[in-house]
């Protein structure tokens, strides 16, 4: 074997113990979103709900919104060592865990929210596009990229919620045709602007049907 088919060992991003690139308790550790949920936005509850007090009287252009893990303390470190740091091999392990938590919705694509221009370090690694495109394998979609940035959008992390929901409108445009049914992935739901924001480009681009869905969700 040649130096190139050498293998470096892995280790856990939760945990840094060697073996898979997230070991057996690190895996168990992130919350699975179990119902009652949200009909609408995925947010869980008490009770199954049409709406919620997180969605009542917001516009949202997408039908309905499903989060596979709750986006806490344990979430958190391991999503950014995916997204920020580049542990790419964690992408397999998410989208098999949003397989197992989220319920393939009928569609004919799945499509993603598009990078961030701004951020130079993540070119070429896009989670949101990885993540999608290993579901789409999963469920037997085609992965299209349908979606770019608007020029001039600004960063969503770190601005106030109402500042998030203004700032994502017109931040988003179809780069083609829509089909009908698309399910459109991300990493995380925060508030939902960003996904509804991508749903509403996707819809003027010819969507009857916008199905988000999220490795991980906050929950308040
Ligand atoms: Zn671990
Ligand atoms: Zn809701």
Redesign the pocket.
């Known amino acids: 074997m040649g130096l190139l088919g050498v293998v470096l060992p892995s280790r856990c991003a939760g945990c840094g113990v060697p073996g898979a690139a997230l070991c057996e308790k690190c895996l168990t550790g992130l919350v699975r979103i179990a119902p009652p949920v949200?009909e609408?936005?995925g947010?869980p509850g008490a009770w199954p709900v049409r709406?919620?007090v997180?969605?009542a009287g917001r516009r949202l252009a997408f039908a309905r919104a499903r989060g596979a893990v709750v986006y806490d303390a344990h979430a958190r470190p391991l999503v950014s060592a995916w997204k920020e740091r580049g542990r790419r091999d964690l992408a397999g392990v998410f989208a098999s865990v949003v397989d197992e938590v989220v319920m393939r919705p009928d569609a004919d694509v799945v499509t993603f929210v598009p990078g961030d221009r701004e951020r130079g370090r993540e070119r070429g690694h896009l989670p949101a596009r990885q993540l999608g495109r290993a579901l789409g394998a999963l469920w037997g979609l085609p992965a299209t990229p349908l979606l770019v940035r608007a020029a001039g959008s600004r960063r969503q992390a770190g601005l106030p919620r109402a500042e998030r929901r203004k700032n994502v409108r017109g931040a988003f445009a179809a780069r083609s045709e829509a089909p009908p049914r698309v399910v459109l992935v991300d990493d995380v739901y925060t508030t939902g602007a960003t996904a509804s924001a991508c749903a509403t480009a996707l819809r003027r681009a010819g969507a009857r049907r916008v199905d988000v869905v999220c490795l991980a969700r906050a929950v308040r």
Do not use: A, I, P, S
Request: aromatic fraction near 0%; charge should be positive; glycine fraction near 0%.
């Open positions: 949200c609408r936005c947010c709406r919620c997180e969605c």
